[in-house]
């Protein structure tokens, strides 16, 4: 035993030498974690020489040596130079992005700028390394290591924001986009902390512009069932939130140039990323054909406008029932697959929702059968099943159903006959609305017969050498399914008048269709014609047969009217076939007297939006002269010439407009008895007799106004909050992000500006009690948009707070010069008239007693947060305030009088020194007890921050804003407490917004 093992002692006797730094670097080459072993027999000088060796350049191998290192300060300094060269070849961000996530705690803090290194030189890699690249980001977001900057960094570049793209033809870089988003939905199934941040992140990127790469992950991650909900959501919201930005954006006058193109940037940007994805699920990506039909169907039922507005995007916009079904469709085109899927959909989603989001789907159903008929009639047992459900469906929904179903019948004389069978099972039915629907169905049949046959004819003659006989075929061709289906329109002749009513009007429209077959359309009628007209009597009509008793009351039998306009339309109608006149021409439009300037002005609307900027002005001005120099006594012509001229006007010049007409209407409506004006020397259009109209008018549209400005307020926060998201990840916001914020703040500001004016000319007048309804409403929502603006312009904790632009400061001091002071005056004339002996409106009353406090809630809150702003920015904004009225609101309890009476007083005494400083809107709410006004002068001069002119300062300014609370100048105003107090339960009975002693002795 001791022989064998003596030889192989021997050897461990001797050391084996020192291991130098080439073979440390050659060992690295083949196993970096064996070479890294190593790293600590290396001597001082030996490893020094290789941190130092390593750069950029350096193999990838040989970086990762870096994160093992026994020493740190080499390591920390190697890092560091690694970090300042300039470009990194594509090894060196694959071996970068590899190793960040498995460095030591040590070197954490550098992870998130080699992260920003590696994020900017995406756009420089080679194409190939980028999913491996991709896929280490997405593993170092997984650990987690900054995923909300490395998610952002890559929906950025696969996106294509920025300018960023891959260096790469077409066909490759559509490989590698491919092959990163299987990285991705491999991610996404494996982590579901990842997963909402990858949620998080596409939400962000989304209020820019949502990307077609950032489509495609949401479409993987909507296969995770407890996403599915969230992810096709935000594509869904997406869709309808661009769509409705861009329709604003054409309606806002007054938005910036730079925000309309970039608004219409984003809404053509969303809709080629939801059809790229169509597009390019045929290439690898079939795994997301459920999420596109899921996420299509989704489009077809957001309701966000009719069908005329949204068909009037314009400019290559499509709605998002047009996105739907265009994704449908060419899905249903280039995959056999869904086929089966989209057909179940339509045929549930028929009949189980409503039929105002069934009639999409029957849209959508009608294209598929116009664009692939053929295909389709592999599901004519389909389509069967839901002609099966014809007499338990809307309508409306049932007639469309056969409308866009008929097409198919070209191809399909067994789905014809089915058609006939069902609609003939209908007729019988009881109930009204069923036979209305089967009556429609029949027209629809006869119709599209005809025009077949006519499409055929006009084929047929065209290979003939001869069309002498076309005449007698089209008219056989014609009579055929009409004389088929006669004896179920004769059957409707004695029904309801519901559904004779409907009869008579399609025969009108068969007969309108085919000339050629008017004379068979009068034989039917004729007879039952005859059952109602005599010549013999002294009166042609028997208008008696017309109406019956029943149960007592005089029932319509015949609608007699109806039937002779289908009598004489169809006698029209076949006379004016003789002349070989164009269908068309039989189709006679026109208005009513009352409704000759309405319509007018839609056309004159209408045209204009077909007109060049240049032409539109040139109409507004004329319109806008019209109102300047037309005396006009109808209210009604007198409404619909100022909106003319006011939306043919543009920005600022409408809003302008609305001003003066305001401040015309001022002098008209005021209070005063010594007002003898009859109308306006500068507008001849205002007058006694459309006074009230045009104040309407003027309301409505400082209420598009607000409409617009709430919509602009909304697209600034999604603006600044993107501008504070790339502060966290030390990014900087592009110069042009920047340049469309602050465009839109000072629109914003200027348009605010002219709403004040138009507000300000209404609260000195004498006003109806609607229209003083609805302009406390508006000035109420006018002080909670000017809230937000003010809480827009307040940084958020950590950022550096901005000095409010000129615009806004000039807004702040108009509203408080023009507006806010004179409101507190027209509060007190309505309450007034509520005090004075006549009959009780109690509607009236109880809806001011809503409006009062709910204005003066929100006037408070915006001046709450404009002394906010004052004391950050040391800029006084009140400086022009008028210090506010005391006022108190309660609601009546008469079950507690006296536990009201006692918290109605504890809510009304001074706060002493030790109560902290709550917000002035914080128990001021409409319906509860407001503060006294003289307490929370102290609370305000100490948010102030010691500013001059504080809003509520009831002594002399200057020295009211350098008193502290709890001085002994606050003390001696409680003598006249209890006088107060004694006025205010007195001032309870009238349950009315009451000023206090203290304010009518000042004033």
């Known amino acids: 035993m001791a022989a064998t093992t003596a030889p192989a002692s021997q050897p461990s006797s001797q050391q084996p030498p020192p291991p130098t730094a080439e073979a440390v670097l050659r060992q690295a080459s083949r196993d970096p974690s064996a070479a890294a072993a190593h790293l600590p027999e290396l001597p001082p000088d030996a490893l020094a020489d290789i941190l130092s060796s390593l750069s950029a350049a350096s193999l990838a191998d040989h970086l990762a040596l870096l994160p093992l290192s026994p020493s740190p300060s080499a390591a920390s300094a190697a890092l560091a130079a690694l970090l300042s060269a300039p470009t990194w070849p594509s090894a060196t961000l694959l071996a970068v992005a590899s190793l960040l996530r498995d460095l030591p705690p040590a070197y954490r803090s550098r992870v998130p700028a080699f992260l920003g290194k590696i994020l900017s030189l995406l756009p420089g890699a080679d194409a190939q390394d980028l999913p491996a690249i991709a896929y280490q980001l997405l593993l170092l977001a997984s650990k987690p290591l900054h995923p909300r900057a490395v998610l952002a960094g890559l929906l950025r570049f696969f996106g294509g924001r920025r300018g960023a793209r891959v260096r790469a033809p077409p066909s490759i870089a559509r490989q590698v986009e491919g092959t990163v988003l299987l990285n991705f939905a491999f991610v996404v199934k494996q982590d579901p902390v990842l997963t909402r941040e990858v949620l998080a992140a596409v939400k962000a990127d989304a209020a820019g512009a949502l990307s077609g790469f950032a489509v495609a992950v949401l479409l993987s991650v909507a296969r995770v069932r407890r996403f599915n909900e969230g992810a096709v959501g935000v594509l869904r919201d997406a869709a309808a939130v661009s769509r409705r930005d861009y329709r604003m954006s054409r309606r806002c006058k007054w938005l910036p140039d730079c925000m309309e193109e970039e608004l219409a940037r984003g809404t053509q940007c969303v809709e080629k990323g939801l059809l790229k994805a169509v597009d390019e699920s045929i290439a690898g990506r079939e795994h997301v054909l459920p999420s596109i039909v899921q996420v299509g169907f989704l489009l077809l039922e957001v309701l966000d406008g009719d069908r005329t507005e949204e068909a009037g995007l314009g400019e290559g916009a499509m709605g998002t029932e047009e996105i739907g079904i265009t994704m449908l469709s060419s899905l249903f085109e280039i995959h056999e697959m869904a086929r089966t899927e989209i057909i179940e959909q339509c045929k549930f989603r028929i009949l189980s929702a409503k039929p105002q989001q069934s009639a999409p789907v029957l849209r959508l159903l009608g294209c598929l059968i116009r664009g692939h008929p053929f295909p389709i009639l592999?599901?004519?047992?389909?389509?069967?099943?839901?002609?099966?459900?014809?007499?338990?469906?809307?309508?409306?929904?049932?007639?469309?159903?056969?409308?866009?179903?008929?097409?198919?019948?070209?191809?399909?004389?067994?789905?014809?006959?089915?058609?006939?069978?069902?609609?003939?099972?209908?007729?019988?039915?009881?109930?009204?609305?069923?036979?209305?629907?089967?009556t429609n169905a029949i027209v629809e049949l006869i119709i599209a017969e005809s025009r077949r046959n006519e499409a055929n004819s006009f084929e047929d003659s065209s290979s003939q050498p001869s069309s002498s006989q076309q005449p007698e075929t089209r008219l056989e061709f014609g009579r055929g399914l009409f004389q088929e289906l006669s004896g179920l329109l004769r059957r409707c002749l004695s029904q309801q008048t519901s559904v004779k009513e409907v009869l008579y009007e399609g025969l009108i429209r068969i007969a309108t269709s085919d000339p050629a077959i008017a004379g068979n359309v009068l034989d039917f009628l004729w007879p039952h014609f005859l059952n109602y007209y005599t010549e013999d009597g002294e009166c042609p009509l028997k208008i008696s047969l017309c109406f019956k008793l029943e149960n007592a009351k005089l029932c319509l039998v015949e609608p007699l009217d109806s039937l002779l306009s289908c009598i004489s339309r169809i006698l029209q109608i076949q006379q004016n076939s003789k002349c070989e006149r164009p269908h068309d021409a039989y189709k006679c439009f026109g208005f009513a007297a009352s409704q000759d300037i309405e319509v007018v002005t839609e056309l004159i609307l209408d045209i204009s939006r077909k007109l060049h900027l240049e032409q539109r002005h040139l109409l507004g001005n004329w319109a806008t002269d019209l109102c300047r120099k037309k005396t006009m006594q109808s209210p009604s012509m007198a409404r619909e010439v100022v909106k003319l001229a006011i939306h043919l006007t543009a920005a600022p010049d409408d809003m302008i407009l609305v001003c003066e007409i305001a401040a015309e209407l001022k002098k008209l409506m005021t209070s005063e008895k010594d007002n003898s004006r009859d109308s306006s020397d500068t507008f001849h259009i205002v007058n006694c007799k459309t006074k009230s109209s045009l104040a309407a008018v003027c309301l409505q549209m400082v209420e598009l106004s607000l409409t617009e400005l709430d919509w602009g307020l909304g697209k600034l926060k999604a603006m600044l909050i993107l501008g504070y998201s790339s502060a966290n990840i030390d990014e900087d916001q592009p110069a042009d992000e920047r340049t469309q914020r602050l465009a839109l703040e000072e629109a914003l500001y200027s348009r605010s500006t002219l709403v004040v004016h138009a507000l300000s000319s209404f609260a000195h007048m004498s006003l109806k009690d609607t229209q003083s309804d609805h302009f406390l409403k508006l000035t109420a929502k006018f002080y909670k948009l000017?809230?937000?603006?003010?809480?827009?312009?307040?940084?958020?904790?950590?950022?550096?707070?901005?000095?409010?632009?000129?615009?806004?400061?000039?807004?702040?001091?108009?509203?408080?010069?023009?507006?806010?002071?004179?409101?507190?005056?027209?509060?007190?004339?309505?309450?007034?008239?509520?005090?004075?002996?006549?009959?009780?409106?109690?509607?009236?009353?109880?809806?001011?007693?809503?409006?009062?406090?709910?204005?003066?809630?929100?006037i408070e809150d915006y001046e709450k947060y404009l002394i906010q702003l004052s004391k950050l920015t040391k800029v006084n904004l009140l400086r022009h305030a008028k210090r506010s009225v005391a006022r108190d609101f309660w609601i009546e309890d008469k079950s507690g009088e006296q536990q009201q009476e006692e918290d109605h007083t504890a809510a009304n005494a001074v706060p002493s020194d030790d109560e902290p400083d709550e917000d002035a809107g914080g128990s001021n709410s409409p319906g509860e007890p407001y503060a006294d006004e003289n307490a929370s002068e102290s609370e305000h001069d100490e948010d102030a921050g010691g500013l001059k002119a504080p809003v509520e300062a009831n002594a002399d300014e200057n020295t009211r804003s350098s008193i502290p609370c709890g001085s002994p100048t606050q003390e001696s105003e409680s003598d006249e407490e209890e006088e107060m107090l004694a006025q205010r339960k007195r001032a309870k009975t009238k349950q009315i917004v009451q000023d206090s002693d203290e304010e009518v002795e000042d004033e």
Not at 413 to 426: G, N, S
Not at 799 to 827: C, G, H, N, W
């Open 786 to 858: 000017l809230t937000r603006m003010s809480k827009s312009q307040i940084a958020p904790k950590g950022y550096t707070q901005s000095i409010p632009s000129l615009k806004f400061q000039k807004l702040a001091e108009v509203t408080s010069r023009m507006l806010t002071s004179p409101l507190y005056d027209f509060v007190s004339s309505v309450q007034e008239n509520q005090e004075t002996p006549r009959k009780v409106n109690l509607a009236k009353i109880r809806r001011e007693s809503k409006c009062i406090p709910d204005l003066i809630y929100q």
């Open 378 to 438: 592999e599901y004519i047992a389909h389509l069967k099943e839901l002609l099966d459900y014809f007499s338990f469906m809307n309508d409306k929904i049932s007639t469309g159903l056969i409308s866009c179903i008929l097409p198919l019948t070209k191809f399909s004389r067994d789905l014809k006959d089915y058609i006939i069978l069902v609609v003939r099972k209908a007729m019988f039915k009881k109930e009204d609305m069923v036979r209305i629907a089967a």
